[in-house]
């Protein structure tokens, strides 16, 4: 038997975000002579280039509207088309549209839930996920807080709900000898002196990140340290309002904003400390990279958050919407060097044994093959 063929969906177009890295990550490193994997997506965008760069076959379904028929009838067509297999779909609306097209082909369907977001505030968003918990072989939430909440929150049966947590490839993020050496020179390039304390953050610039709460913090810990700078890296709505709130809070000259960056190994060796104020999360990639780099974090004690984060061992965890306490605990980790480095080792060591890639893609692989074989 040859490789069986694999339709994986997602909503988003653009690169940035966990759910999307993820499935990339994912169809990379699944055996292709198992499981050949067509990525179905709403549009181009830089997703579909880097999955096409990957030598994946993409395909472009029209978009939708929210209610949109012919968005479905051409699912169904691609799947009868394309001969698919299994149907492995990401977030809400693909997860919907998935289980509709997985009943009328007969076609199993895997799906995966990667945040809370706003799917439980309707009461027919929350009959549409419990259909599709019920129609999926698995729905997967990437972390045991969301798998909670799908239960409780939203009312889906538990029988078919597992947790399969998010993984990264450490060995990409070092720190190596040579990574090591390019923190410097990231410092060099963004002209910022190697001896001064770097505190970074990684995510999209929108309201449930939680910037506004860092950048009130970084204006406690400036003036502990007047010579620090805070990288904050993502793009999104927000950041003129951030530019405005810096400056009005007299921070902009210690506050860089460096938009999307696809170096991010390199922009956390120039890190000292990795930050995480988000108010909502499912388990972030970003969370995960600074672990594996070696950083000590100080992350919200939200979502997934405390399923990686081993509060006072692994890093800190605060509460979220507190600026203070968050720069109390920044200001700890820059005063106590050997406090940081033992924990961004012991962090490195939890990600190695708990959240690697290898690990989220053979558990990936169980569920597909057993969704195979049921059908």
């Keep these: 038997m040859g490789a069986r063929k694999i339709l994986h969906l997602i909503e988003t177009t653009e690169l940035g975000g966990g759910a999307e890295n993820v499935l990339v990550n994912l169809i990379r490193h699944l055996d292709r002579r198992e499981f050949y994997s067509i990525a179905g997506l709403v549009r181009d965008g830089s997703l579909s280039q880097r999955l096409r760069e990957s030598g994946v076959e993409t395909v472009i379904i029209s978009e939708r509207r929210p209610i949109d028929l012919r968005f479905l009838l051409g ?217 594996a780099a070696g950083k000590p974090v100080v992350a919200t004690h939200v979502g997934g958050n405390p399923e990686v984060v081993v509060d006072e061992e692994t890093g800190f965890l605060v509460q979220p919407n507190d600026p203070g306490n968050l720069a109390s605990r920044i200001i700890v980790l820059l005063k106590d060097k050997p406090l940081a480095l033992k924990l961004g080792v012991n962090g490195q060591q939890r990600l190695r044994e708990n959240f690697s890639l290898e690990r989220m893609v053979n558990a990936y692989r169980d569920l597909y093959q057993e969704a195979l074989l049921r059908k």
Excluded at 110 to 135: D, M, P
Excluded at 182 to 203: D, F, H
Excluded at 243 to 264: M, T, V
Aim: proline share 5%; aromatic share 8%.
């Design 75 to 291: 699912l169904v067509a691609l799947i009868k088309r394309q001969r698919i297999e299994l149907i492995h779909s990401n977030e809400f609306w693909m997860n919907t549209y998935g289980c509709m097209a997985a009943m009328i082909t007969g076609v199993p369907i895997i799906t995966t839930v990667h945040g809370k977001n706003y799917y439980w505030e309707k009461f027919r968003r929350r009959l549409a996920y419990r259909f599709a918990a019920r129609c999926s072989a698995k729905m997967v939430a990437v972390s045991e807080d969301i798998r909670r909440f799908l239960i409780g929150g939203v009312g889906a049966a538990p029988y078919n709900l597992v947790t399969v947590y998010n993984g990264i490839d450490p060995k990409r993020y070092g720190p190596s000898e040579e990574e090591t050496q390019k923190g410097p020179n990231v410092r060099t390039q963004l002209g910022i002196a190697n001896t001064a304390s770097v505190v970074g953050t990684v995510g999209s610039l929108y309201p449930v990140k939680g910037h506004t709460n860092l950048l009130k913090a970084a204006a406690q810990v400036v003036k502990v340290f007047p010579g620090i700078v805070f990288l904050i890296i993502g793009k999104g709505g927000l950041l003129s309002q951030l530019q405005d709130e810096a400056a009005q809070l007299k921070i902009e000259s210690s506050i860089r904003f460096l938009g999307f960056r696809d170096d991010i190994p390199e922009l956390l060796q120039a890190m000292d400390i990795f930050v995480l104020p988000s108010l909502s999360e499912g388990v972030p990639l970003a969370l995960l990279e600074a672990m």
